[in-house]
């Protein structure tokens, strides 16, 4: 069975820093990407950064220059730094697992962890 295992989120003030982990088990190959998507209150869920098999990144415009996702292929995991936060990144973090394999398609999602940013 696949399960995502978020850590590392809280509470910090606007301008600090924070890491957040993702851990998947009962899978580590044909993962095509791993990401990071936010939902802040009585909004809908959106992409924050993503990384493919290749490495390659993709970042939401609004944390570009401020997060950066990175990930440890042999232990199909995914992190996502997170430097000068605003108040506007509050919100409940999920990382997502993207697993392909034949033409048969999976997604997974971690439970979420909570992001807080006093101004």
């Known amino acids: 069975q696949v399960q995502l295992v978020e850590s590392g989120g809280g509470l910090v003030q606007a301008g600090e820093s924070l890491g957040l982990s993702c851990v998947a088990s009962?899978?580590?190959?044909?993962?095509?990407?791993m990401a990071w998507h936010r939902q802040a209150p009585g909004k809908a869920r959106v992409l924050v950064a993503s990384i493919d098999s290749s490495g390659r990144t993709n970042y939401a415009d609004s944390v570009k220059g401020r997060f950066t996702i990175s990930r440890d292929v042999y232990k199909s995991a995914v992190t996502l730094q997170m430097d000068n936060l605003k108040p506007e990144d509050a919100a409940v973090y999920y990382c997502?697992?993207?697993?392909?394999?034949?033409?048969?398609?999976?997604?997974?999602w971690g439970q979420g962890t909570q992001v807080t940013v006093s101004s």
């Open positions: 009962g899978i580590n190959e044909n993962i095509d990407v």
């Open positions: 997502h697992l993207k697993w392909s394999f034949l033409g048969t398609r999976r997604d997974y």
